[in-house]
């Protein structure tokens, strides 16, 4: 049974995308949650009781409910709390935001973050060896025509799903910014991505993750920079 919460906690890793995208909402939507580390490779068993998956994010709500995944989280935050939508007003808004979720959550993830922050860093986390020079070469080339794209969105749009900031622009830098602490981006690829997440990083919401130090990495000078 999941204990009542006396306020709301988002349990997270601080380089973890999903997690920072989770954050990113309830700060756009003025939710105010505290933060936990969750050492998932400890798997906790109180952790595991209410989350049997054992990842992170996981928002437990101050009733005791809990909520995994991110983007079933970041679902239940758009409906519960309804004042500042971030999934689109109308169907086709809806249907392109949840689009551009997945190519950030599932292909950019598989192809460029998983290539380098999980082989950089998760690796050193488990203690499971060095990362694979091949994995990262092909993180690293997967990275420029994923750039490109996100540059033509920016380009051709206010915002990357249409004219509202939405969970879409949060959740691919919510990806870039966890490579952006480790130093993997190389921003002079595409300038127009470069000037969408720099107006993104820009937003008081996005504070308290520049704001993140990891124990044993320190990112690259510009990485809390808001002219950058």
């Known amino acids: 049974m999941v204990p009542a919460a006396r306020m709301r906690i988002l349990y997270h890793q601080p380089l973890c995308p999903f997690s920072r995208k989770v954050r990113l909402v309830l700060a756009e939507k003025r939710i105010p949650f505290e933060l936990r580390i969750e050492r998932v490779w400890e798997r906790r068993e109180e952790f595991l009781e209410m989350n ?37 007003r109308t169907l086709g808004e809806r249907a392109e935001v949840r689009r551009l979720v997945a190519w950030f959550d599932g292909k950019f993830a598989r192809e460029v973050t998983e290539n380098l922050l999980v082989e950089k860093q998760w690796k050193r986390l488990l203690g499971r060896g060095n990362p694979d020079g091949a994995t990262l070469r092909a993180g690293y080339a997967n990275l420029k025509p ?83």
């Open 146 to 228: 994923h750039l490109d794209y996100l540059g033509w969105l920016a380009e051709t749009r206010l915002w990357l799903a249409g004219n509202a900031l939405s969970l879409a622009d949060l959740a691919a830098a919510a990806q870039l910014s966890a490579l952006d602490y480790i130093g993997d981006l190389d921003w002079s690829l595409n300038d127009a991505a470069k000037d969408w997440y720099a107006r993104v990083k820009s937003r008081p919401a996005f504070r308290p993750l520049l704001a993140d130090r990891v124990s044993g990495v320190n990112p690259p000078p510009h990485y809390a920079d808001l002219d950058f």
């Open 52 to 88: 049997p998956a054992g990842t992170v994010p996981l928002l437990v709500e101050e009733n005791g409910l809990a909520l995994a995944d991110s983007y079933a989280i970041c679902e239940y935050l758009d409906e519960a709390y309804p004042d500042l939508p971030l999934l689109g």
